[in-house]
């Protein structure tokens, strides 16, 4: 097959596959060299962890991926101040901000674990996402807290004003989550474009705890120079009692995307494992990263031209990584196989520097 047809072949293999949304930030709890803003790049310290150490802890017990997890007992520490996004005066701040991202939808992802038997007395919650806070919020605040071992609370809040504009306790129909596996947390805003009102899901493990249209964000948009989103709290703090015994809890690969990825994201309720979502790409920093793969699953990276640039074989872990430093720019295609030859995914990386 010439160079040509080698270039309509792919074109068509990859014509469903755009570009799509952007990833803001990455945290994966290594400790590693390319770009990653929450834990490791902390404003006044040149040490990993540092001002995180009373509370926030990096752990190595069963890490999604890599070696590395990170951990914390709200019912003891009771604010991790893990502040992203903004330059507050108090907490973790990392180098990551989001006065430059305008966008009116936001996506953010990550896996988490309950230790078992936690007591939620009284009306104790800890608040697994803080997304906006007050006059550092921008246009909403949403929050996401977790009030029982299948109970949640959300609430929403429009800016300005901080006037509550949604406020649910909802139950996790897929039952007990205090059991010591990971969960996939996803928590999507559509703000809208046009008026005040949008939409946003909340869903664990593919399982829709909220999924709400016409809810009311902001008063106005653009309120903020276009920047909707200002900070994040995450991990965030507990609230609503007195806390009794232990309720420590385990994040790992938390993510930040301006908008749904393309590639393995489904708007279609699904109560499939982890193991069984589709593969996802993107690119941060030198590397690009491969995401959500299973155990011999193989990997083909071809150019535009539809050379194979590189192949990896009987991948063994969750997460891989390709290191684009002598790469040059431009569109590369990739593949994702099982160890079966089954077709898993397929799509686009735009390297460029």
């Known amino acids: 097959m010439n160079g040509i047809a080698r270039v309509i072949v792919l074109l068509i293999i990859f014509s469903s ?33 540092e001002e995180l150490m009373s509370e926030l802890t990096r752990s190595d017990e069963n890490p999604v991926s890599g070696n590395y997890c990170m951990t914390y007992d709200p019912w003891i520490t009771g604010n991790p101040h893990a502040n992203e996004g903004f330059p507050v005066t108090h907490g973790n701040t990392g180098g990551f901000l989001f006065d430059s991202v305008q966008t009116s939808t936001y996506y953010f992802r990550w896996y988490q674990r309950w230790q078992t038997d936690i007591n939620y007395s009284g009306t104790i919650q800890n608040k697994n996402i803080y997304i906006g806070y007050g006059e550092w919020g921008g246009d909403f605040v949403f929050v996401l807290a977790k009030n029982g071992d299948d109970n949640f609370h959300i609430t929403l809040r429009s800016n300005p004003g901080y006037v509550i504009t949604y406020n649910r306790w909802l139950t996790f129909s897929g039952g007990n989550l205090d059991n010591m596996e990971w969960h996939k947390m996803e928590v999507y805003l559509d703000l809208g474009t046009t008026g005040p009102t949008g939409s946003f899901f909340v869903r664990v493990d593919g399982v829709y705890v909220a999924d709400s249209s016409n809810v009311h964000f902001r008063d106005e948009i653009n309120q903020n120079n276009g920047v909707a989103l200002r900070t994040v709290g995450w991990p965030s ?4 009692g007195t806390p009794i015994g232990n309720g420590r809890t385990w994040l790992d690969d938390l993510e930040i995307w301006d908008g749904l990825p393309e590639t393995g994201i489904s708007t279609e309720d699904d109560r499939s494992s982890a193991a069984d979502a589709k593969p996802i790409a993107y690119k941060n920093g030198n590397v690009v990263i491969f995401n959500n793969l299973n155990q011999g699953d193989h990997i083909s990276v071809f150019d535009i031209t539809g050379r194979l640039i590189h192949c990896f074989d009987c991948i063994s872990e969750a997460v891989h990584q390709w290191n684009v ?29």
């Open 237 to 240: 703090n507990t609230s609503g």
């Open 325 to 353: 430093n002598s790469s040059p720019n431009g569109i590369y295609l990739f593949v994702v196989k099982s160890d079966d030859g089954y077709n898993r995914t397929s799509g686009s990386i735009a390297i460029t520097r």
């Open 17 to 49: 596959t755009s570009l799509g949304s952007e990833i803001l930030l990455f945290e994966d709890c290594e400790d590693t060299a390319y770009i990653e803003w929450f834990l490791e790049r902390n404003v006044g310290t040149s040490y990993y962890w």
